[in-house]
C-alpha cells in the first residue's frame, strides 16, 4: 500500500470501505482497495472543505460599512479576476467571474497546501491539473455554444469555407492541445517546486530551505494566475462576437 498522508488515512479509515464497495459494484478495479481514497484526491477534498467554511466566514460577515481584512481580500480577488476578464473578454464577462474565480482560488490552495509540514500538494501529480484543464475546456466549450448555438461550430471551419477540410483537424488538435498545455504548465512547475524544496530540506534543514518555501509559493501564484489568464483568453476566443 502507498504510504497515506495522516488526513488520507482518516478519510479511509471513515470512508474507505464504503467507496471501495461502491467502485466495485460499478466493477472499477482498485489498486488498493484497502485505502480507495489516493493523497491527491484526500487533499483535493480538505481543500474544498477549507474554502467553504472561508466561503461561509466571509458570507456571514459581509458588511458595506465596515468590511472586514477576508472580506477586503476575497473582494480584490474578485476585482483583479473581473477587471482582467472584461479586458480580454469585454462585455457581458461579468457572467464567467465566478468560474474563474472558484477556479483560481482551488489551484491556488491546492499549490499553497504542500508548503504546510503534513501535507502535499495535489497539483504536483498530474491527475490534479489534468481534472482542471477538461474543466476549463468544457466550460469554454460550453459557453461558446451557449453564446452562438450551432454556429459555434463555424469556429473550427476557418474564414473560407474551401479551407474547411484543412483546417476542422487543425482546429481540434490545437483544441485538445490546450488541454495537455494547461496539464503539463501546472504539473511540470508544482513538482519541480515539491522536488526542490524536498532536497534541500534534506541536505540543509535550517536556513536556505526557507528561501525555496518563497520561491514555492511565488511559483504557485505565478502558476494559478497564468492558468486563469490562459483559461480566460480561451474563453475569449469562444464567445467572441465573431462567431
Known amino acids: 500500500m502507498l504510504e497515506q498522508l495522516w488526513f488520507t488515512a482518516i478519510l479511509n479509515r ?27 484526491a484526500a487533499m483535493e477534498i480538505l481543500v474544498c ?56 482560488l482551488f489551484i491556488l490552495f491546492c499549490n499553497l497546501i504542500g508548503v504546510i509540514p503534513g501535507f502535499e500538494s495535489p497539483t504536483a501529480l498530474p491527475i490534479v491539473p489534468l481534472g482542471c484543464a477538461i474543466v476549463a475546456f468544457f466550460y469554454y466549450q460550453a459557453q461558446g455554444f451557449k453564446h452562438a448555438g450551432v454556429k459555434y461550430l463555424a469556429h473550427f471551419a476557418g474564414p473560407m469555407p ?7 483537424p487543425i482546429e481540434l ?3 485538445l492541445a490546450r488541454v495537455l498545455s494547461l496539464t503539463i504548465r501546472l504539473f511540470a512547475n508544482m513538482f519541480a517546486g ?27 501564484f505565478l502558476q494559478t494566475y497564468i492558468f486563469v489568464l490562459l483559461t480566460t483568453v480561451y474563453l475569449a476566443g469562444a464567445v467572441a462576437e465573431e462567431h
Not at 461561509?56 to 473582494?75: C, I, K, N, W, Y
Open 14 to 40: 471513515l470512508f474507505g470501505t464504503a467507496i471501495a464497495g461502491l467502485l466495485e459494484s460499478l466493477h472499477i478495479r482498485l489498486k488498493h482497495p484497502e485505502a480507495p481514497i489516493s493523497n491527491s
Open 49 to 104: 472543505l477549507f474554502l467553504i467554511i472561508v466561503f461561509l466566514a466571509v458570507r456571514a460577515r459581509l458588511s458595506v460599512d465596515r468590511p472586514g481584512a477576508l472580506q477586503h481580500t476575497f473582494e480584490l480577488v474578485h476585482g483583479f479576476i473581473e477587471q482582467q476578464s472584461h479586458e480580454i473578454i469585454g462585455p457581458h464577462s461579468e457572467a464567467h467571474t465566478p468560474f474563474l474565480v472558484t477556479l483560481a
Open 162 to 168: 474551401a479551407l474547411a477540410p484543412l483546417m476542422i
Open 173 to 175: 488538435i490545437s483544441h
Open 194 to 220: 515539491d522536488m526542490v524544496t524536498l532536497v534541500f530540506f534534506s541536505l540543509v534543514p535550517v536556513g536556505i530551505p526557507i528561501l525555496f518555501l518563497g520561491l514555492h509559493i511565488g511559483v504557485s
